[in-house]
């Protein structure tokens, strides 16, 4: 897909713009690239460049990988016994 079809498509399906989508699915959802790009039926290169494009940055990972691991609250815990 190039970059028209995709905003075309966001549009349509999820009514708002590219650079709205984006920056809700990692600032909110906290989602990757890859993930974005399976929702969209994109490139996550695409995803990736279209982001640094808008300045978004990437979404923060530990947390999100910490509570996968070890279960959700889990860094709430820890947090408190230090």
């Known amino acids: ?6 905003e ?6 999820f009514s708002m713009g590219l650079r ?6 990692i600032e909110v959802e ?3 690239d890859y993930e974005i790009a399976g929702i969209i039926n994109a490139d996550s290169l695409m995803v990736g460049k279209l982001r640094k494009n808008f300045g ?3 979404a923060v990972v530990f947390p999100r990988q910490f509570e ?6 889990r860094r709430g815990e820890i947090q408190e016994n230090y």
């Open 1 to 6: 897909m190039i970059t028209t079809q995709v």
């Open 20 to 25: 709205e989508f984006i920056k809700e699915k």
């Open 68 to 73: 996968r691991n070890y279960g959700e609250g």
């Open 56 to 58: 978004i940055k990437k």
């Open 30 to 32: 906290k989602l990757y």
């Open 8 to 13: 075309l498509y966001v549009k349509k399906e």
